[in-house]
């Protein structure tokens, strides 16, 4: 068994503010306790919501931190370490993990029942929608209850979820997939993944080119990761008895717009998604939806878009590409590999604590 060594690369949040208040130095390496196991990690994806809380903008309720913290994100590694009395897992499997917190480093500490199976042949950048990412892309279009030939909207369409909610919906049946992305190098990259129409959703007149693309009636289901106003312009655009899922808040932070009854009043419905209530109340439909995320990506019928792989110890321009909403599909962070035998591993520029 290879030691675990003592001390790791990390990149943690001490003070909020702009990416430069992310700056790598070396911690110590955390220990498991009971139910939990050490990962080894082989790549660490970075999504919008991680910009938000370095930023202090984050809106989700269960968001309580207290600095200094490792942001989450999305990770692929191996499990190198059990903490006591562990078990359902071994030391050597390979694994995915979504975490709230401790996941920008080499090293860190997940729960044991909280892990997904990541197969040895999938690349660790791509297989990082695994574990949130994807499952969130599942549980939108699940909870929302696309029906086949039915129209469907996705907002942030080239972004890390919604790139994989354009074609996730194309292979549901949707009748129309339409892309709403903010640029013209984005709009072309939804239509290349399936989208039957692109929108650009700065434009103040959207919703009319989605009633318009639509034949008049509106999208049968708005998949919305953007909040604020564009929230409420997506319940306009929606058809009779269409329904839209607010799972994020992109561009409105913790700005949450209220909706009004009489907005709903020709049997729409808007409804929330967050990735552990699904995982806690229909573990069932999370499970299918993990099975079917795993199949895809093995035979290659849903196809993760790695936009960069950037050294951990560049995650503050990791965040940057978000931020700037120049990315297309994913941002991962790819911690330094082993060192050779008999050769030193090249060493980023530190603060030692």
Do not use: C, N
Not at 222 to 235: C, N
Not at 262 to 279: E, H, N, P, Q, Y
């Amino acid at each position: 068994m290879t030691a675990v060594p003592r001390r790791m690369l990390a990149v943690p949040l001490d003070a909020y503010g702009g990416p430069d208040v992310l700056r790598p130095r070396e911690l110590p390496i955390p220990r498991p306790g009971p139910g939990e196991v050490l990962i080894t990690a082989e790549a660490v994806g970075v999504g919008f919501a991680q910009t938000q809380m370095r930023a202090d903008t984050f809106p989700a309720p269960m968001w309580h931190p207290t600095l200094p913290l490792l942001l989450g994100g999305d990770v692929v590694g191996t499990v190198a370490e059990l903490g006591p009395g562990t078990a359902g897992v071994r030391v050597g499997d390979r694994v995915g993990a979504f975490l709230m917190e401790g996941a920008y480093a080499d090293h860190m500490v997940a729960r044991a029942d909280s892990l997904v199976p990541v197969p040895a042949e999938l690349d660790a950048a791509e297989a990082t929608v695994l574990p949130g990412a994807g499952p969130i892309a599942v549980g939108v279009l699940a909870t929302a209850g696309l029906r086949e030939g039915e129209s469907v909207l996705v907002h942030a369409a080239a972004g890390g979820i919604g790139h994989l909610a354009v074609q996730l919906a194309r292979a549901a049946g949707a009748g129309q997939v339409l892309a709403a992305a903010s640029t013209p190098a984005k709009r072309e990259f939804a239509a290349g993944l399936g989208a039957d129409t692109v929108i650009d959703p700065t434009r103040p007149d959207w919703p009319d080119a989605v009633r318009e693309a639509t034949g008049g009636r509106g999208a049968d289901v708005v998949l919305d990761s953007i909040g604020g106003d564009v929230l409420l312009a997506g319940v306009r655009a929606l058809a009779p008895a269409g329904r839209l899922v607010f799972y994020g808040s992109a561009g409105g932070g913790t700005d949450i717009p209220r909706v009004s009854v009489m907005d709903l009043i020709a049997l729409k419905a808007v409804t929330g998604f967050s990735l552990s209530a699904w995982r806690t109340a229909r573990p069932d439909q999370y499970r299918a939806g993990l099975a079917e995320l795993t199949r895809r990506l093995g035979d290659g019928t849903l196809r993760p878009a790695v936009h960069a792989r950037l050294p951990l110890d560049q995650a503050a321009t990791g965040h940057r590409l978000i931020e700037d909403r120049v990315h297309r599909g994913r941002v991962v962070l790819v911690p330094r590999p082993a060192p050779a035998p008999g050769r030193p591993a090249p060493q980023p520029a530190l603060e030692r604590s």
